[in-house]
């Protein structure tokens, strides 16, 4: 794959079959910017895929959301690019995702996971086409053959744990030695050497076939990135590469909505209906100590710019808490100067966009802080109280707590929104202006 | 069984530390009933069927067509274990007559039967040295083991090695339902069932196919088959989905369930003691329901009108209340099922079925412990097959002593209750699998041959 600068050439690319199964980097020139952009879309895609996944939907359900995040971010103006970028943010992610084990997993994990819905998408023509390439050369079974089997085929079918759909009337004729595991489990009809595979365990049988190739690959990509790639590219893929897998991609409130301005004596109400609990208790240790340090400055300093602070109104909030610390004069000299200056910017810097969960999820709060994210920073103890002050049942808090023990902090936070707002959250919160927004447009629907 | 493979000097000879089966040690000079040493020689010398065995396990290729590997056999692992538990690991042989020299030299109270390895085993040190693991195995049966002590918690007609008419048929069920599946499920045709020479039964599945598979598609076999599960400890080790698997569903309405009614029941009296009553209420997970059967039999409570037997009477009862629809919850509808299942359907020693490397007792083997040989059973008619009356050793060495001296009988197990077995041997299992071997062996040839042909053209 060649990056090339704004001029383009679109090279011709013969696919296979509708998924393209990424074997080797295709011969294309991808320009700079497009490198970064369609990494970006497909990044929104698996991302969705693992928000969808640990928010518990079934996999029937999962295929449509599949389809709905494929559809919005996917995409393309030309037809005939939608391919290419298919392909192009693959590799590309590949760069980004091959670098720790970590992000391997991750990656493998929701590729694989992105894959077995598309394929199970797709027409049994396209299905046997992939099949074959995965040296998985199944012969469906014949329909006068179906219908001799169908009444044993549908009782294994719901033998099963969980069972499988009687409505899917495609099955594969498969030697019994090709599929030990579906064996073993007896979760297929045996006959005479063969077993009868649904489709839907043919798409176990090539996800993992998937699996296994990409696992190589990343192994083999991460080899070369150490090699060669990292510093060839120092200057110019490799910072593009370095940041995408800690990117935020939802809405940046950079540019905050037209909510109306929250003016400073709005604050106290809002915070204690609209605010998420990590800036609750940074407003409440603001005002309880008249002082915040560096990181909690930042985060909620900036969360205020992103629901819609105005700098006049910023520093005067700032300041009425701080002199009453440090005095006035101290913090127009120390720090007014920076209040102002997140307010200054323009632009994508990414410093100077209110702060995202995940960022503020990685952060360290150390002594004296008290920014971070509540529902992994606090001790079980002090976010029990935190979560009983914000009044929430019994039964919502254990609920909480049970996220927080399998380290799902957002979903732990999206339960809190859920429970103090009594409506659900489907998308998940995944940014502090996020639960604010969306609950002040609960609020204001009532 | 398989052994540790202690090896002292240069020769394997290894004093055998594990336990012969059973857990009793042989000793010299208190030769059971049926079986002492000289008997065996004589055995050896005028019964066993040496040539049989070579035929066998040479697959076809001890013939004159070119494709046949002349290796084959010569690759095959045999182990003997001797008087005084000396035991032999890695025997091989490169004819008929080397192999049958060396039994009737060694006398062997047990021969094993291993894999074919990639090489003769006699060779193994010199490939291990490679590093690259070339020593391994490359062909197999399928085996299964089937022993009654398995079946301890269930029978209480006897326990440990002893076998009787009324526990044996657990056996015979086991022969019927794992047969069929082996044939209509996985398409196997070459299949020998042998008696174990005790208390128990063993399977060799010999279609090629059969003998290539992995360690893996073996394991996979097993598991389809593997129903209990379980222990002391876990009160039930039965759990059936609804509905049953096909196979599962056949084995219970074609064998199992009348086992279980006509059969076990009444010679095994399951229902007529608190103890063995409480054993079957304890798969039962409805306490209204127990409570309520308990009710009806304790302190032997008896319907005076009817003549039935009793255990028939209560599983009457049980099947009643459990089948009545009266409790929706899934559980008791399986209920009466899986106590059947527990009760009848096969268990087998996984360990023995899942590795290419598992060595097994041969047929013919003369068992120490009875001095019963290990016949063949056919699974067409094996309920007929009685263990109290296989031939024992003493009684055909007096069978071949006071036989007829008829001189056109060429074999001398003719004369004796042995030919019945060599004869279905030959006629039900070996001769249509080395017709069926010889055909693949020419067809494999022929296809080659065809191959390199196309390959040639310019």
Not at chain 1, 214 to 233: G, H, P, V
Not at chain 1, 291 to 320: E, S, T
Request: include cysteine; aromatic fraction near 10%; proline fraction near 4%.
């Amino acid at each position: 794959m060649e990056i090339v600068g704004s001029r383009r050439k679109a090279l011709h690319y013969d696919a296979v079959s509708t998924i393209p199964l990424y074997r080797s980097a295709p011969a294309l020139e991808v320009r700079l910017e497009d490198f970064e952009l369609f990494a970006m879309d497909r990044l929104r895609v698996l991302k969705g895929i693992s928000d969808a996944l640990s928010r518990g939907k079934k996999p029937e359900e999962m295929q449509q959301v599949e389809r709905d995040l494929w559809k919005a971010n996917m995409k393309h103006p030309e037809a005939s690019e939608v391919v290419n970028k298919d392909i192009i943010s693959h590799f590309v992610l590949r760069l980004a995702y091959c670098r720790t084990e970590d992000l391997r997993k991750w990656f493998l994990s929701m590729e694989t996971a992105l894959f077995r819905y598309r394929f199970m998408s797709e027409s049994v023509e396209a299905q046997r086409a992939l099949m074959a390439e995965f040296d998985l050369p199944y012969k469906a079974v014949s329909n006068a053959e179906f219908e001799s089997t169908k009444d044993k085929l549908w009782q294994v079918a719901r033998s099963v744990v969980p069972p499988l759909s009687t409505a899917d009337t495609v099955f594969y004729k498969v030697p019994f030695e090709e599929v030990p595991e579906l064996v073993a489990g007896r979760r297929v009809f045996v006959h005479k050497g063969h077993a009868y595979v649904a489709r839907n365990q043919v798409v176990s049988l090539v996800a993992t076939q998937f699996r296994s190739h990409l696992s190589k690959a990343l192994i083999l990509t991460n080899r070369k990135w150490i090699s060669t790639i990292r510093e060839q590219e120092s200057d110019r893929l490799a910072p593009i590469v370095e940041a995408l897998c800690t990117s935020y991609l939802g809405p940046d409130y950079s540019e905050p909505r037209e909510l109306g301005d929250i003016s400073i004596k709005e604050i106290d109400q809002i915070a204690q209906s609209s605010f998420p609990l990590c800036m609750r208790h940074l407003f409440e240790k603001l005002r309880e100590d008249h002082h915040l340090k560096h990181g909690g400055r930042m985060q909620f300093g900036l969360f205020l710019k992103g629901i819609g602070l105005k700098l006049d109104d910023a520093l005067a909030f700032w300041k009425a808490e701080f002199s009453q610390k440090v005095g006035a004069e101290r913090f127009d000299k120390e720090y007014a100067y920076s209040i102002r200056h997140n307010y200054g910017r323009e632009g994508k810097r990414t410093d100077y966009t209110p702060y995202s969960c995940q960022k503020i999820i990685s952060s360290s709060p150390g002594a004296g802080d008290h920014h971070g994210c509540p529902y992994r920073h606090f001790s079980e103890e002090n976010l029990r109280a935190a979560l009983g002050k914000m009044r929430l049942n019994n039964r919502a808090v254990e609920d909480v707590m049970d996220k927080v023990r399998s380290r799902h902090y957002q979903l732990a936070c999206t339960l809190t929104f859920e429970a103090i707002h009594g409506t659900s959250c489907d998308a998940g919160i995944n940014h502090p202006n996020q639960y604010f927004t969306d609950s002040q447009k609960y609020l204001q629907s009532k | 069984m398989t052994r540790e493979d202690i090896e002292s000097g240069s020769q394997d000879m290894v004093i055998d530390e594990g336990k012969p089966e059973g857990g009793e040690r042989m000793q010299g000079n208190a030769a059971p009933e049926g079986f002492n040493v000289n008997y065996l020689k004589v055995y050896y010398g005028k019964l066993f069927p040496h040539a049989d065995m070579f035929k066998w396990m040479s697959y076809g290729n001890d013939g004159k067509h070119p494709a046949c590997d002349q290796s084959y056999f010569g690759r095959r692992e045999f182990s003997f274990t001797l008087d005084n538990d000396i035991y032999l690991r890695f025997q091989s042989f490169n004819s008929a007559s080397e192999l049958e020299n060396s039994i009737k030299e060694k006398c062997p109270f047990k021969i094993d039967i291993g894999p074919v390895y990639s090489v003769d085993p006699a060779k193994r040190h010199a490939y291990a040295q490679s590093g690259d693991n070339v020593f391994a195995p490359v062909e197999r049966e399928l085996i299964f083991d089937i022993d009654i002590t398995d079946y301890d918690d269930v029978r209480y007609c006897c326990s440990g090695a002893d076998v009787c008419l009324d526990c044996w048929p657990l056996m015979t069920v086991a022969i019927k339902v794992i047969d069929a599946s082996l044939k209509d499920d996985f398409g196997f045709n070459h299949i020998l069932w042998v008696y174990s020479g005790r208390r128990g039964v063993h399977c060799w599945v010999c279609d090629g196919k059969a003998r290539r598979l992995t360690n893996e598609q073996r394991a996979s076999i097993a598991e389809y088959f593997r129903v209990y599960k379980g222990n002391e400890n876990s009160h039930k080790k039965v759990s059936l989905s609804d509905p049953l698997h096909p196979f599962l569903g056949r084995s219970y309405t074609e064998v199992l369930k009348d086992f279980f009614e006509s059969k076990l029941l009444l010679s095994q009296k399951l229902f007529s003691t608190e103890e063995r009553y409480e054993k079957i209420l304890e798969m039962i997970p409805d306490e209204s329901i127990t409570s309520e059967l308990r009710g009806k039999w304790q302190d032997n409570k008896r319907s005076s009108i009817s003549k039935e037997d009793t255990n028939v009477v209560r599983w009457e009862q049980l099947k009643r209340i459990l089948q009545s629809g009266k409790h929706k919850a899934q559980g008791p509808q399986m209920c009466v099922k899986e106590i059947v299942f527990s009760f009848t359907y096969p268990r087998l020693d996984m360990e023995v079925s899942k590795h290419m490397n598992h060595l097994l007792k041969a047929p013919f083997c003369v068992h120490p412990k009875t001095g019963r040989v290990c016949v063949p059973i056919d699974p067409n008619c094996c309920e007929e097959f009685d263990p109290t009356s296989v031939p024992t050793l003493s009684k055909l060495l007096e069978e071949m002593n006071t036989g007829s001296l008829r001189a056109d009988i060429d074999n001398e197990w003719d004369r004796t209750s042995l030919g019945k077995s060599v004869r279905f041997f030959r006629s039900s299992f070996l001769q249509p699998l080395l017709k069926a071997c010889k055909e693949e062996i020419e067809n494999s040839y022929n296809a080659k041959l065809q191959h390199s042909k196309n390959s040639l053209n310019w």
